[in-house]
């Protein structure tokens, strides 16, 4: 049998990942000189908190080679095979952990770590249709094919309320040129060949520009695959994801509308108020 893994940014809920059996490796998330694990002993509330009252960023860390061991460890122990994703390699080393980790337990032949090239659920949607065919019987190898067509039909964006985030964090590319002054501005950013850039920019408030960057992407989304899309948000208004779920319905194309909350690493970068439609491409 081959299981699923991925580390804590691909941001799928607890109910997605019983639902289809993926495991997660949770990434490390400090706060001064105190360090947790993401989704597991901080949340994005207690987050936000501590870098309101201290006026910094927290700090986010990579999966250690031993993380990964203790997780790897018991599933090679019963006979399972392994894929396992990773953030993209151009924002984390944490694929490179999981690799070195493979390498270190004589196990390269059991796994294949993927380049998911991604963040948030963008990852995730590859993540469930590795479940799927791994729940099917296919192999690693098959697995791994198909997930490297798909990798280039994935959609994923979102807008910010606020650039403080990604700008301490160094992220994303162009950030830096939009900020100091120009903070009322909602850029949208795109996941393009593993890397974060800067794409449309909007003005007003941010249930309007939320609607308008999604109705900007009609014509994208008609021609989406119909299984699932995925709006993720980093703490935004009910009503809004609400608004957001009710326009994406009457589309009618999905099969499923699935709603998120996005984890303590990917919100420590992009900040409250953020919501991204993440999609693949037909």
Not at 97 to 112: G, I, L, N, S
Not at 194 to 219: P, Q
Not at 255 to 265: F, H, P, Y
């Amino acid at each position: 049998m081959v299981r699923i893994l991925c580390d804590s940014t691909c941001d799928l809920s607890a109910e997605l990942t019983e639902r289809y059996g993926i495991v997660i490796l949770p990434l490390h998330v400090s706060l001064g000189d105190k360090e947790y694990l993401d989704g597991v002993d901080i949340f994005p509330e207690d987050l936000y908190r501590w870098s309101d009252e201290n006026k910094s960023t927290p700090k986010t860390s990579a999966v250690s080679m031993e993380d990964v061991a203790a997780v790897f460890g018991p599933i090679l122990e019963s006979g399972d095979e392994i894929v396992c994703f990773s953030i993209s390699d151009s924002m984390s080393s944490t694929g490179s952990c999981m690799r070195m980790a493979a390498q270190d337990m004589d196990a390269e032949d059991k796994v294949t770590v993927i380049d998911s090239a991604n963040l948030s659920t963008g990852i995730g949607l590859l993540l469930i249709e590795a479940a799927i065919m791994a729940r099917q019987g296919r192999s690693r190898e098959e697995i791994r094919e198909w997930v490297e067509k798909l990798k280039p039909s994935v959609r994923a964006s979102f807008v910010v309320d606020t650039l403080t985030y990604l700008y301490r964090g160094g992220r994303c590319t162009g950030v830096s040129a939009l900020a100091g002054g120009m903070l009322r501005i909602h850029p949208k950013i795109l996941v393009e060949q593993g890397a974060m850039t800067v794409g449309k920019k909007y003005r007003g408030k941010l249930n309007k520009v939320i609607m308008s960057y999604v109705k900007d992407m009609e014509e994208d989304l008609k021609k989406a695959r119909k299984e699932r899309v995925f709006i993720t948000h980093s703490g935004v208004n009910d009503e809004i994801v609400e608004e957001v779920k009710d326009y994406l319905t009457k589309l009618n194309v999905f099969d499923e509308i699935l709603v998120t909350r996005a984890g303590s690493v990917v919100s420590s970068h992009c900040g409250p108020g953020t919501l991204g439609v993440l999609f693949i491409a037909d």
